[in-house]
């Protein structure tokens, strides 16, 4: 099988270059690009049908994100990327898609530049290694100041 690249899906400025990346080293080394939302959850019994409503809808709007990233990810990486979505912390949706897919072998992370420090998924991993997956994985952490010229060049 081919080696699979995760690349967890945020909001962060920066995620564009963990995508690119992840994309052009798949396309390099034959393997493919995996792209993972975590979805926050919930714990209000009280509100179940509210709470519903609201998994529906972010599981929703989750599944158009990542059609639209996937053919960005299939461009680059010349393979159609996998599609995960778990509910719960990003560490935790992490270790289970790791822990489900032993043809993960590299974790893509990009870290914010400037004073902001390296973002809290990157603090997090860091401080936490190899227990954030399960198991012994490469982070691969880019700069996410990084042009696509630059992710060509690295790649």
């Known amino acids: 099988m081919p080696r ?22 798949a396309r390099s ?31 929703e709007e989750a599944e158009t994100l990542l059609n639209r990233l996937g053919q960005e990810a299939a461009e680059k990486s010349g393979a159609a990327p996998v599609f995960i979505i778990e509910e719960g912390e990003p560490l935790a949706a992490i270790r289970k898609a790791v822990g489900a897919d032993p043809d993960i072998k590299i974790l893509v992370l990009a870290a914010s530049g400037g004073s902001r ?14 227990a954030v997956t399960g198991r ?20």
């Open 29 to 59: 080394t034959g393997g493919r690009v995996v792209l993972l939302r975590a979805l926050p959850g919930g714990s209000d019994e009280h509100w179940s049908g509210v709470r519903d409503e609201i998994r529906r809808q972010q599981r």
């Open 136 to 155: 012994k994985l490469p982070v691969t952490i880019v700069p996410g100041e990084l042009t696509d010229a630059d992710i060509e060049d690295l790649a």
């Open 117 to 130: 420090g390296p973002g809290p998924l990157v603090s997090a991993v860091m401080k936490q290694g190899a």
């Open 4 to 25: 699979k690249f995760l690349v967890v899906v945020d909001d962060s400025p920066e995620f564009g270059a963990a995508l690119g990346y992840a994309a052009r080293r």
